[in-house]
């Protein structure tokens, strides 16, 4: 019964989280999310009905196999955490530094474009040095 109301408590906090704005938020509903499954995962094994497997081996030993699952759960919570954690900080840095210089992925006029392009009109960046007339106008 208490590991059911631990459950509700941390499903409930956990989905709180997630629906409130703010990244960090969305992380830490994650968190609590995964502690719930790890709960009932530990509620699914029985420990309360059996004993320790190192006090005595025989039928009322405790099964390991919910214990593999917790740990196994305990890991992939971490990991999804670190990611989602990465994110945050990716997501919150500056928005106008150009990581990838000009013509990269991040430039707005997109690979392949240079100003000097944008300048001379012609949109290649095979096509050479514009070519003007006596009254500086575009031949």
Do not use: K
Not at 4 to 9: D, E, P
Not at 36 to 48: D, F, H, P, S, T
Not at 115 to 126: F, I, L, N, T, Y
């Amino acid at each position: 019964m208490s590991a059911a109301v631990l459950v509700g408590t941390l499903v409930a906090a956990g989905v709180f989280l997630l629906l409130r704005p703010g990244h960090l938020r969305v992380v830490l509903g994650f968190v609590l999310l995964g502690h719930a499954v790890n709960v009932v995962l530990l509620a699914a094994g029985g420990l309360g009905r059996r004993t320790a497997a190192v006090h005595e081996v025989g039928p009322d030993t405790a099964d390991p196999l919910p214990q593999a699952f917790v740990l196994t759960a305990i890991v992939i919570t971490f990991g999804v955490t670190v990611y989602l954690l990465s994110l945050l900080r990716r997501g919150t840095a500056d928005p106008d530094a150009d990581d990838d210089g000009p013509g990269g992925l991040t430039d707005p006029d997109g690979p392949g474009e240079t100003d000097a392009d944008e300048r001379d009109g012609d949109g290649g960046p095979w096509a050479g040095p514009a070519r003007t007339g006596p009254d500086g106008g575009r031949r």
